[in-house]
């Protein structure tokens, strides 16, 4: 056979098939022929020494090709491929081609990460000196600082891990109001695929699914800082912890999910509950007696639905419910409740999404327990429930691509309390997370594409805490985006 493969091999190199009885018809060849078919005919042995060697000894560039004589016919050479791999004693070409195909094919199941950085910054100033407006802008990623803020550098990583499983990551990366850099692990967790009954579980470090705004990255706000609701109840970076979360997808007709998480409920990412202990609440101390039972972790109940009163119109409300400790008593509790609600409209004949109107809004009441006050021993304050509320409610109107238009009136009030003794004294009016508290903003904002965008952005606030009790402030924001990014939430 191996005989009969250089035969044929020779026969193709002059454009003839090869006779009966292995005999080549033409024309006697000349002896410069003759040296090149020589030469040629060694290089055809070699190849069939090598085609011949195991597996593990073929380098991961094994073709079965040989560069072929100009003016042969792919034809032509798809024949002498298959002489050869007759040659061997088989129509496949075993463990040499084997090993060729496991260098070139993709690996079933294997997924290559995601990886995209986003850098999010802002420059502009305020009425207020910067000590005030450190209080005012209480967001950890709101701008702080007159001149530049560098509000957040999000180094993301996603990809799938198995069938099972998926992950991400996002490392923050930031430039603090005092100009110390400072890196911080946002969220690390595992999702699982293919859980029974419409179940999904996520095991790790996340954003508390509370609502719609704190699940939400900086990149992907409407405007240039974050409801004030938020900073005082979900805390200046998010309500975030270690801990593991389990939705359900409902048979319902409708879309409804209901999803129930238990995290740590310590840490200055949790100040509505166990917080970071040194810190006060409220003119309280927190000191933390560390977890002594389940009932110190932090749970949560969450549903939320959707509907389509028509093509052009989708409705998502949503409510939530927050159960934990927190640390000013050895055994004092909070709860926040809250409602949401999202609705956008777009008309079914649009330029990439534009036109369109949204509306968000979300309320929030919160049940703090807070224990007693003591000045050398002496009780100051007894223990109380202190009750406050807030809002937000925002308008996007993306009028013209790549163009939209935003305004967002926030609204904030904390129980009046206050006390003073020689050695402590507290009033919640000159408390900038418990004082009475509005803003209202509007900002307009350019996309020149999905990687980027360009805002700009005037706040008026007014805060009993602030001394002239107003202030206006401005801002331009600028984000890139480059690398692989997924969609937003809806």
């Known amino acids: 056979m191996c005989l009969l493969a250089i035969m044929s091999f020779l026969a193709l190199q002059e454009g003839e098939p090869p006779a009966s009885g292995g005999k080549i018809r033409g024309k006697p060849p000349a002896q410069s022929d ?17 085609l011949k060697q195991p597996a593990d000894r073929v380098g ?42 496991a260098q070139t094919q993709p690996v079933p199941g294997l997924r290559l990460i995601d990886i995209a950085l ?19 802008e209480a967001g950890g990623h709101d701008p702080k600082n007159r001149g530049f803020t560098i509000q957040n550098v999000e180094l993301t990583f996603s ?12 490392i923050v990366l930031q430039i603090d109001e005092n100009g110390d850099s400072t890196v911080e692990l946002e969220e690390v967790y595992l999702t699982t695929l293919d859980l029974p009954y419409n179940l999904q579980l996520k095991a790790g470090q996340f954003f508390n699914g509370f609502g719609r705004m704190n699940p939400i990255h900086p990149h992907a706000w ?51 509950f166990r917080g970071a202990a040194g810190e006060t609440v409220a003119g309280r101390p927190l000191v933390d007696p560390g977890v002594r039972s389940l009932a110190d972790m932090l749970y949560l109940v969450r549903l939320r639905t959707s509907f389509d009163p028509s093509d052009e119109l989708t409705i998502v409300p949503g409510a939530s419910a927050l159960f934990g400790p927190n640390a000013t008593g050895s055994d004092t509790r909070t709860q926040v409740y809250g409602a949401d609600l999202y609705a956008k409209w777009k008309p079914l004949t649009n330029d990439k999404g534009f036109p369109f109107l949204s509306w968000q809004t979300e309320v929030m009441v919160r049940r703090y327990e807070a224990g007693p006050v003591f000045d050398a021993g002496t009780e100051v304050e007894g223990r109380e429930v202190l009750g406050d509320w807030g809002f937000y409610s925002q308008a996007v109107w993306g009028f013209e691509r790549p163009w939209s238009l935003g305004l967002r ?27 009475r508290r509005s803003r209202g ?26 001394i002239e009790e107003d202030a206006h402030s401005i801002y331009l924001q600028v984000e890139i985006m480059f690398g692989a990014h997924g969609a937003h939430k809806f």
């Open 34 to 50: 003759v040296d090149a078919l020589r030469k040629e005919l060694e290089e055809v042995r070699k190849e069939v020494e090598r």
């Open 60 to 101: 991961p560039d094994l073709s079965l090709q040989k560069p072929s004589k100009p003016g042969q016919t792919p034809e032509e050479k798809k024949k002498l491929e298959e002489e050869f791999r007759k040659a061997l004693g088989g129509e496949a070409p075993g463990p040499v081609g084997a090993a060729s195909q």
């Open 118 to 136: 986003d850098l999010l910054a802002a420059a502009g100033g305020s009425s207020v000196q910067e000590a005030e407006l450190r209080d005012l």
């Open 159 to 170: 990809g799938i891990v198995d069938p099972y499983f998926r992950g991400d990551a996002n």
């Open 222 to 272: 409407e405007f240039v800082d974050q409801p004030v609701v938020n900073s005082r109840f979900m805390g200046p970076d998010g309500l975030r912890n270690p801990g593991t979360q389990l939705s359900w997808l409902t048979p319902l007709p409708f879309f409804a999910e209901v999803i129930g998480s238990v995290q740590n409920a310590q840490g200055e990412t949790a100040p509505s």
């Open 409 to 435: 009136y926030d609204h904030a009030r904390g129980e009046e309390v206050s006390f003073s003794s020689p050695g402590v004294s507290y009033a919640s009016s000159a408390d900038s997370f418990q004082d």
């Open 441 to 466: 903003s509007a900002a307009l904002t350019y996309y020149p594409s999905e990687f980027s965008k360009i805002r700009l952005q005037y706040s008026y606030d007014r805060a009993q805490f602030l």
